[in-house]
């Protein structure tokens, strides 16, 4: 074989991580983008218009690709432009389908045709000009392939060329067109405060499933993320795309399979109330979509999601230091912090191993409960009558650094900023403002808002200079989201430029403040995306600490978010839905994200706290496989009364699995376990910190442990163990 030959032949054998190309085929206009193990094709039709043309596993030879023709119409029903998947269609020329753009413009004309006018290829992104046929209204389609994981990310840049004012009505990310043809299957995250990340499937059918956030920000209820696969798929086979996009706002993912068997992804700014004025020579920016492809089942696109996460959003790329573990104070105390309290508290986390103190809620103004002093961050001088120095020394002093809550987004009525500046809250004039948790929202789309938090946390930050931690919370979601000082026309721009600026203030404090993490906290999981996640380091992820029920959290996060940024605590029973569970079972489920201890460590016994800080030292020997290695969801929690995951460091040296038992049924033992992801020729020695395995298994292979699998011990009524798996050099 020659060399030309040989090269594509061995491209299609082997794995292809690592590489990413971007090629123009001139001879018939169009664009092979090849990142990974996937490929995506683009072309320009004979009608000028910028057409899908493929997506999914990597194809290695150019001249297989077809130059792209748009497809006839149907009748007089549906025209091409419906019949023929598009990029980035706009609403006009008779398009029904869900539109990218979709604008007024200012001699009232509704009528949006984009055109390819030009391209650009600058490394691993590829952008592409399109223009409207009569009107010099642009859009910039930016694409960025990822090459160690095939994910692509997909922008567009709107801009007003023309000499008038208009008006975008719908500004979408992008649109994801799958290869022709039914039998979808849908895949997406719903949920409630203290019930998010539920696992939903459902065929996709003819016509448009929305799941979307009204809210001002991601929300519990659902989440910016989908996957999408042939109705078959399962943990470890089958094709899958999936995609979630960057967006703490308003947002929406229109998954829609038209008339013609196209299945297509629309997403970007919710249009709901949507409307944004772009003055002449101004641009406006969607944010990010991200996608990708697998053949390998929602197994293999979770894991390559929560690479790219770690490695291309989160701040700190892959080399960032694992999570440290964590003791947080607001269910021990709630709102009654004080310096002694504090303290104590952090003796005794200190001795279980903790790295980071975290005072919650409670520190600041009149704050004693949640009717007042939200928006008075200055500290509460009968709780802490020095300021907080004396307590952060201390905690550093125990060898912990030390992180504190806050929400700056929002505003008791009872409070010295709200009294200062009624006008700051989000409102409509003259009508009621509709408090939940007591509070108002701030509106940050306003500069001087903006300013304001900017500098009373600086402030903070500087007087603190050793608080290494914010816990950024936001407890409610908007209400009569009005901007009254605005000219009428920009009002609903208020949606954008709310998200943006808190995105903002995150930037420069971190810029400011190179050292300081945060993490994203909304009322527990109400603000979890890849746009906060890349300016945060990690998120709380449910307000629901109850073991039990952190199972199918956990799971659901999985499918979308990596465990690394999935904060997961262990605290005190009975919980608040009244269930007991072990203290070994709410560890280990605690640690298959980042540990945190959030129990009132005054109440814990000399067992407790000897078994805490066995399982404390036991986590930070695996937590690096656990927050970043590859995670196989072997036995899911919603399938059973028995689940399992199973955790593969990166380098392949360990592997740890945990297994939970909630119930026993008729006296039969857990299913085998098979693990996965092992190497089969290699071989692992064995510690289990119960005796739960059965038999006595010192070293065995890795083709053992994935073909015969293991017997474990579990009975029922919460039980749990933990097994790892050191590979014998
Ligand atoms: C909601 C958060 O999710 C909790 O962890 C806690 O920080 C409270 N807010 C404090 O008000």
């Known amino acids: 074989m020659n060399i030309r030959l040989a090269v594509p032949v061995l491209l299609s054998l082997f794995p292809l991580a690592g590489s990413a190309e971007i090629r123009y085929v001139a001879a018939r206009k169009l664009w092979h983008l090849q990142a990974g193990p996937v490929s995506y094709v683009i072309g320009v039709n004979e009608k000028n218009e910028l057409q899908s043309m493929y997506w999914g596993k990597r194809l290695w030879r150019d001249d297989d690709l077809q130059a792209a023709h748009s497809n006839p119409e149907w009748a007089s ?20 389908i869900e539109p990218c753009l979709k604008v007024t413009l200012p001699d009232g004309v509704r009528d949006l045709v984009l055109h390819y006018v030009s391209y650009t290829i600058d490394g691993n992104t590829l952008r592409i000009e399109l223009k409207d046929i009569g009107y010099d209204l642009g859009v910039t389609l930016r694409y960025q392939v990822f090459p160690e994981t095939g994910v692509i990310r997909k922008s567009a840049l709107i801009r007003n060329g023309t000499r008038q004012p208009l008006t975008l009505e719908s500004a979408q990310s992008g649109a994801w067109n799958l290869p022709r043809g039914e039998g979808y299957r849908l895949t997406y995250l719903s949920g409630r405060w203290a019930g998010e990340w539920q696992i939903n499937r459902e065929p996709v059918h003819p016509g448009m499933k929305v799941i979307e956030s009204r809210r001002g920000s991601t929300s519990h209820q659902a989440n910016p993320w989908f996957a999408i696969d042939e109705g078959q798929a399962d943990e470890g086979h089958g094709r899958v795309w999936f995609g979630a996009l960057g967006w703490s706002g308003n947002w929406r993912l229109s998954i829609e399979q038209t008339a013609h068997q196209q299945v297509r992804v629309t997403g970007g700014f919710n249009p709901f109330d949507f409307s ?110 020095h300021g907080l120095g004396p ?75 050793k608080i290494a931690f914010l816990k950024w919370d936001m407890n409610r979601n908007f209400s009569e989201p009005g901007w009254p000082e605005a000219p009428v026309a920009q009002q609903k721009e208020l949606w954008v430029a709310y998200t943006r600026n808190v995105y903002d203030i995150m930037d420069r404090l971190r810029r400011k403040h190179p050292k300081l993490e945060i993490e994203s ?26 073991a039990f029920d952190r199972l199918r959290i956990q799971e659901g996060f999985s499918y979308a978010y990596t465990p690394k940024a999935m904060m997961a605590w262990v605290t005190d029973v009975p919980n608040f839905n009244g269930r007991s569970t072990p203290l070994q079972y709410r560890f280990l489920v605690a640690m298959m994200g980042s540990l ?116 474990l011990r579990l009975g029922g009524d919460f039980d749990s163990t933990l097994i790892t798996f050191e590979r014998v050099p």
């Not at 293999?300 to 003791?327: D, K, N, Q, W």
């Not at 746009?531 to 380091?537: E, K, P, Q, W, Y």
């Not at 992801?677 to 739960?692: H, M, P, Q």
């Open 77 to 96: 029903f549906d025209n091409s432009g419906n019949t023929t998947p598009q990029e980035y269609p706009g609403w006009g020329g008779g398009r029904y």
């Open 276 to 385: 944004y004025p772009l003055a002449p020579g101004q641009t406006l920016e969607t944010p990010p979509f991200y996608a990708g492809f697998t053949d390998g089942g929602f197994g293999e696109a979770s894991r390559i999601l929560h690479r790219f996460e770690r490695t291309e959003i989160m701040p700190g790329g892959v080399s960032a230091r694992p999570r440290p573990v964590l003791y947080n104070s607001w269910e021990a105390t709630e709102f009654a912090v004080n310096e002694e309290g504090q303290k104590a508290l952090a003796a005794k986390a200190a001795k279980l191993g903790v790295e980071r103190f975290v005072m919650d809620d409670g520190w600041f103004g009149a704050r004693n409960n949640d009717h007042a002093g939200l928006g008075d961050w200055t500290v509460n001088r009968q709780k802490f009558p």
């Open 391 to 465: 307590l952060i020394d201390y905690v550093n002093s125990l060898g912990m650094d030390f992180g504190l809550w806050v929400e700056p987004e929002m505003v008791n009525p009872d409070s010295n900023l709200y009294r200062q500046h009624p006008d700051w809250a989000m409102h409509f004039p003259d009508r009621p403002r509709t408090e939940a948790r007591n509070q108002l929202v701030l509106n940050m789309a306003r500069d001087d808002v903006k300013n304001y938090i900017f500098e009373a946390l600086d402030r903070l930050l500087v007087e603190n200079p």
């Open 521 to 546: 906290c909304s009322g527990g999981g109400g603000r979890v995306d890849l746009g906060i996640l890349s300016r945060t380091d990690e998120v709380w992820t449910s307000d629901n600490t109850d």
């Open 596 to 711: 945190g201890i959030g129990g009132n460590l005054n109440k814990w016994t000399d067992n407790d706290m000897a078994l805490a800080t066995r399982m404390v030292e036991l986590y930070k020997s695996i937590r690096t496989t656990v927050q970043q290695g590859k995670l196989y969801r072997l036995f899911s929690p919603g399938a059973g009364t028995f689940s399992a995951n199973e955790y593969v460091s990166e380098d392949g040296r360990q592997a740890v699995l945990f297994a939970f038992r909630s119930a026993q049924d008729f006296g039969y033992p857990p299913p085998v376990v098979r693990l996965s992801g092992l190497d089969g020729n290699a071989v692992y020695r064995v510690k289990t910190i119960d005796r739960k395995l059965a038999g006595s298994l010192d070293t065995v292979s890795g083709d053992f442990l994935m073909n015969r699998g293991i017997d």
